[in-house]
């Protein structure tokens, strides 16, 4: 079982819908990492949370540290988003060396 | 820098050879980290340097692969007697690591990766 799971591996979507990306967890962590990776582009770091809820635009990142799950939601989804989204945690205070899932292939049609 | 750089973005190779990747950090960074991404999965860690030393490199497959950082800056990925398993993403990273889980300074920014395939 890997550490890092997501679900769905893949989901495709009309534009405008509200997405969740889920993130399920099996160590104990110092943070999570929401990342997103277009086609052949580099990895951009959208989010790093330890606890509660951040918000950037359209995306919400919550994390629940009990129940070690975590969702990415986007708001009012447009095809620009369509990309990977990746989870990754990180298990040591010290460092971001981190453990990441195999992504979530979005796809959203206009 | 900018960003993070890393060159080349693309490495064909033919089994057996030497090949180097350069990763060059934001400036200021002291946290450098490589991961490496094959076809389809996440990144995996490879090493991990603060500063000039390798803090952690667990994650180096095997003595075949190595990397250095002699100034705290530059960082070098190499790989001896390269090996078709070898092909993959070569990603860099580097972050400013300060104290704090949450410290936003502690954000990852990724380099565009360098493409090894090894033929």
């Known amino acids: 079982k890997n550490e890092v799971e997501q679900s769905p591996q893949n989901l495709t979507a009309q534009e405008g819908e509200f997405i969740t990306i889920n993130c399920s967890y099996s160590?104990?962590?110092?943070?999570l990492h929401w990342l997103q990776q277009h086609p052949g582009g580099g990895i951009v770091s959208l989010f790093m949370l330890s606890s509660g809820k951040k918000k950037h635009g359209r995306l919400i990142a919550t994390i629940n540290i009990q129940e070690k799950h975590s969702s990415l939601h986007i708001t009012a989804s447009h095809p620009r988003d369509s990309a990977v989204y990746i989870c990754a945690v990180g298990t040591n205070f010290g460092n971001e060396k981190l453990t990441f899932g195999t992504g979530t292939r979005l796809t959203i049609i206009p | 820098g900018a960003g993070v750089s890393q060159t080349p973005s693309n490495k064909v190779t033919e089994k057996g050879k030497y090949v180097e990747l350069r990763c060059d950090p934001i400036?200021?960074?002291?946290?450098l980290y490589w991961y490496r991404q094959s076809l389809g999965q996440g990144p995996e860690f490879l090493i991990y340097f603060q500063g000039t030393g390798a803090a952690d490199d667990s994650g180096l497959p095997n003595d075949r692969f190595f990397a250095v950082r002699p100034e705290g800056s530059v960082s070098t990925l190499k790989i001896q007697r390269t090996e078709r398993g070898d092909s993959a993403v070569y990603l860099c990273?580097?972050?400013?690591?300060?104290?704090?889980?949450?410290?936003?300074?502690?954000?990852?920014?990724f380099g565009a990766g360098s493409r090894l395939t090894v033929l």
């Open positions: 990273a580097s972050s400013l690591r300060v104290k704090g889980a949450d410290s936003g300074a502690n954000v990852l920014t």
């Open positions: 160590v104990g962590i110092s943070a």
């Open positions: 400036s200021g960074h002291t946290a």
